[in-house]
């Protein structure tokens, strides 16, 4: 009933920028905070970033500084800007949405990943 599409990400040099998009769409009434995590092998899956319906954002200390949410009410559209990149940013990683539903309710949803390498 909702899906979660993302893209971007890919293969890039330390120091260098991505760009990740995550783009909701099915029967939504409305989506409250939108969010960014990260799993990288053997790890858990941590938050990077958040980002209200209001615009209200908050970061992991680790990409504070480097990585900028934003979001597009508008289009239920959700982005990360990754700048400054590190080799420890390699990651899947993943775009989250709290979803009010015509059908199904008030819901968590997850894109389906997205691969970020970066090389030293």
């Known amino acids: 009933q909702v899906q979660l599409v993302q893209s971007g990400g890919g293969l890039v040099q330390a120091g260098g920028s991505l760009r990740l998009s995550c783009a909701a769409s099915?029967?939504?009434?409305?989506?409250?905070?939108m969010g960014w995590y990260r799993q990288a092998p053997g790890e858990q899956r941590e938050l990077v970033a958040v980002?209200?319906?209001?615009?209200?954002?908050n970061y992991a200390d680790s990409v504070k500084g480097r990585f900028t949410i934003s979001r597009d009410n508008a289009k239920n559209t959700v982005y990360l800007q990754m700048n400054s990149l590190k080799p420890e940013d390699t990651a899947v990683y993943y775009c989250?949405?709290?979803?009010?539903?015509?059908?199904?309710?008030?819901?968590?949803?997850w894109g389906q990943g997205t691969q970020v390498t970066v090389s030293s």
């Open positions: 980002v209200t319906s209001g615009g209200s954002t």
């Open positions: 099915g029967s939504i009434f409305r989506i409250n905070d």
């Open positions: 989250n949405a709290d979803v009010e539903s015509w059908v199904t309710g008030r819901l968590p949803y």
